[in-house]
């Protein structure tokens, strides 16, 4: 899980980063809050949205206009949405366990939830409204057409029988934060609605087909399965608003990147009977270039467009298509179909190895992560770092240390770096990065994994490499090398927030 959330968030920042706006200056429907009115205004209500925020978060500024406009929105369906400024009111912010900006999220009579939906308007109204709805609501002649077209993707159940009901709740109740759910008892309405048998579901959307219709005993997990297929679009563009819904969906993403309104037509129109054919095994989107070309980098492409590669959202693994082919559909189809067979491996990013790597600290790159790290005959303590991180760069001298005083002491064991900004962790290593510095320890002869969590300290350190080494050894620090260290520590060092 921990791994998904860093995908998650890592791709999604990529998207939000590079879509501007710009403030209103019109008169607001959005409460502004502080600690002297906070408790008087939330804490009774029975639903309401609050944004923690900081005047100067260039994501606070993009979503400000998105905000507003979901305000005016919801404010005709009595939601109200709010925000609280923790530059002025920063124990209240602290008492929310506000750690960055902007955080969002929903009190229901003064308990509280974190918002998951898009920060786009459109998001924000639909996710509220679904958090004002109950799990399934009950559907008659007198509200169905307007249930039906409430949201983009509505589900609706036809339904009497009891476990067929208690399916679809169950279903509901698991999913409320993404879809409106609704359940129809009366077969006349079911005949109006084209549905002739119970139990039915069908999936209600504003695009494609406008429905897909699933008939017969309603099971929880089809039913998940069903509307997660069908709740996306065939082919669609791709940008923050909308990412959301994809990485939902558990299914890999094929993007078409493009910089040219004519191109992308053509590659749409190309690509989609494509999608059509691996509906429910890979989504399809196509994506701006000029806007998000930056992300093709995650994907193992260079900025040469157009350009497709698949991604699997839970791991991270990528299969590009080679920039050396048109990306056609007599391309295309040998490429899908061999990536469904398995007959593809996914491309792992990896600096080039040193031509001099003697020092006493390893420098391991992703392509001789197997040979280095997982070397049996070896005991080995592997840092992964970024070169902005102001911990690792506390770090640095303290492994240099450690790893001078073991090539002294012990040739079995290696101290080793790799820098997860330019390596992907190969699949073999066993474990994901949800921070840097990551420091794991390998022991010899049968490659088991130690996380370290301990303090960064060198006597800590050494500590846990005569715990856990093959051969218990007692490393030594000479006592100048301790003292330099503490002097070190002492030193400020330019910081980098961590991932």
């Known amino acids: ?18 879509t501007h706006s710009v403030l209103a200056d019109e008169a607001s429907d959005v409460l502004t809050l502080s600690d002297k009115n906070f408790d008087q205004e939330v804490l009774d209500q029975d639903l ?45 912010c602290q008492k929310y366990d506000v750690r960055g900006y902007p955080t969002l999220k929903v009190f229901r009579n003064g308990e509280t939830s974190d918002y998951k939906g898009a920060r786009k308007a459109d998001g924000i109204v639909s996710y509220m409204q679904k958090q004002a709805s109950p799990p399934v609501t009950q559907l008659d002649a007198t509200n169905f057409g307007d249930f039906s077209t409430s949201d983009r993707v509505v589900i609706v159940g036809f339904a009497k029988d009891e476990a067929s009901k208690e399916a679809l709740t169950a279903v509901a109740n698991k999913l409320r934060d993404d879809y409106l759910f ?41 039913i998940e399965e069903f509307i997660k297929t069908n709740s996306v679009p065939i082919l669609d563009a791709i940008d923050a608003s909308n990412f959301q819904s994809y990485a939902e969906s558990g299914l890999p993403l094929a993007y078409i990147f493009h910089d040219d309104l004519e191109v992308a037509k053509k590659l749409i129109e ?93 420098v391991v790159v992703a392509d001789e992560f197997k040979d280095i790290v997982l070397d049996k005959s070896k005991d080995v303590f592997v840092e992964v770092y970024a070169p902005w991180c102001g911990h690792c760069k ?18 079995s064991i ?24 990551t420091l794991k320890f390998f022991k010899a002869g049968t490659n088991e994994m130690i996380d370290y969590d301990g303090d960064r300290s060198v006597e800590d350190l050494t500590d ?7 051969k218990n050894t007692k490393i030594v620090i000479a006592p100048e090398a301790a003292e330099e260290e503490k002097i070190q520590e002492k030193e400020p060092v330019a910081t980098h927030d961590e991932l």
Not at 2 to 14: C, G, N, Y
Not at 294 to 319: C, M, R, T, V, Y
Not at 464 to 470: E, L, R
């Open 414 to 437: 290696v101290i080793a770096k790799l820098d997860g900004t330019e390596n992907d962790i190969p699949e073999e290593a066993g474990f994901d990065v949800a921070g840097f510095p």
């Open 464 to 470: 846990f490499i005569s715990k856990h080494s093959s």
């Open 48 to 92: 309401m949205l609050v944004e923690f925020f900081a005047p100067w978060c260039g994501h606070c500024k993009a979503l400000a206009p998105e905000y507003e406009i979901a305000a005016t929105t919801l404010k005709d369906k009595e939601i109200k949405i709010a925000k609280v400024d923790c530059t002025e009111n920063q124990d209240l």
């Open 394 to 411: 506390r770090l640095e001298p303290i492994w240099t240390q450690l790893g001078e005083a073991v090539a002294a002491q012990d040739d």
């Open 182 to 222: 609704g359940i129809v008892t009366d077969e006349a309405l079911a005949k109006e609605q084209n549905v002739s048998e119970f139990p039915a579901l069908v999936v209600y959307k504003q695009f494609d087909e406008g429905r897909n219709d699933l008939a017969g005993e309603f099971k929880a997990e089809e």
């Open 270 to 362: 190309m690509a989609t009977p494509l999608a059509q054919k691996y509906k429910g095994k890979i989504n399809f989107v196509h994506i701006d270039a000029n806007k998000f070309g930056s992300h093709a980098s995650n994907l193992g492409l260079k900025e040469q467009w157009p350009a497709f590669a698949i991604q699997h959202l839970d791991s991270g693994a990528k299969f590009p298509l080679e920039q050396t082919k048109d990306v056609s559909f007599e391309n295309l189809e040998p490429f899908l179909d061999d990536y469904v067979h398995g007959k593809i491996k996914a491309t792992i990013k990896s600096a080039e190895p040193p031509v001099d790597n003697k020092g006493p600290v390893k």
């Open 1 to 18: 899980m921990v791994r998904k959330t860093f995908l998650f968030a890592a791709i999604a920042a990529t998207f939000s980063a590079l």
